[in-house]
């Protein structure tokens, strides 16, 4: 199966192009994360076993918290990226493109047992195989997705001004059409862009002393998170 293209919109009203990895890359990357998590266990029987029963204790916990925690820990707390994902450009995220949280990690992580069943994990080979974005059954349940670092996008490129918030909420549809223009804005002349912001009437009394196309990039500038 080939990868597919899977477009999205955050909250913030961002649209990204998420890129869902496969199974080869996804495997892969696990058993670089294998065999990290088997030098560091290999690393610290070592010293362990000098110390006897209590050692060895110590060293199962260690196994424990590698095999359960170790990629929640990196997912969390490393940008979406355990070391495996990382070295072949991977990262986990929400199915809505925001950053995986702890709930989530959890989730998915826990699940790699049903994953595993019967052998190898086979169901999840299975289960990714059949989805349209190569989701084991943990990414399922936990609304995750694994995705190609570099297929991410950013915040719209449109110009810094200071931050305009509207007098009355805007409805999604405005919305975009705010971004959209602040996005090609700087493209175009400022006679165009007065032209284009003559067409949205209805923005007239927003933003009281500022004016055509002033206001409406400052509105776009609110819209996307910056207060200054």
Same mark, same amino acid.
């Given at each position: ?53 209590? =050692?060895? &204790? %110590? ?5 424990? +918290?590698?095999?359960? @925690? ?5 997912? /969390?707390? #490393? ?40 052998? =190898?994990? &086979? %169901? ?5 195989? +059949?989805?349209?974005? @190569? ?5 399922? /349940?936990? #609304? ?43 493209? %175009? ?40």
């Amino acid at each position: 199966m080939l990868d597919t293209l899977r477009p999205v919109t955050t909250p913030e009203l961002i649209e990204l192009q998420l890129h869902p990895a496969g199974l080869m890359p996804r495997s892969l990357a696990w058993m670089i994360d294998m065999a990290v998590r088997m030098g560091i266990t290999m690393a610290l029987g070592v010293p362990l076993s000098a110390l006897g029963r209590f =050692g060895g &204790g %110590l060293l199962l916990l260690v196994y424990f +918290l590698l095999e359960w @925690f170790y990629p929640v820990f990196f997912e /969390v707390l #490393g940008d979406g990226a355990t070391p495996g994902k990382r070295s072949l450009g991977l990262k986990v995220l929400n199915d809505d493109g925001t950053p995986v949280g702890w709930g989530p990690s959890l989730t998915r992580n826990l699940l790699r047992a049903a994953d595993f069943l019967p052998v =190898g994990y &086979g %169901l999840g080979i299975v289960s990714m195989l +059949l989805h349209r974005e @190569f989701r084991r059954l943990g990414d399922i /349940v936990a #609304g995750t997705v694994v995705v190609y670092r570099d297929a991410l996008g950013g915040l719209p490129a449109i110009a810094n001004a200071p931050a305009l918030a509207p007098e009355e909420p805007l409805d999604r549809m405005t919305q975009r059409a705010l971004l959209a223009f602040a996005e090609r804005a700087n493209s %175009l002349t400022p006679a165009r862009q007065e032209e284009l912001a003559d067409l949205v009437p209805f923005l007239a009394d927003q933003g009281r002393g500022q004016h055509g196309a002033a206001r409406l990039i400052g509105l776009a500038n609110y819209l996307v998170g910056r207060r200054t």
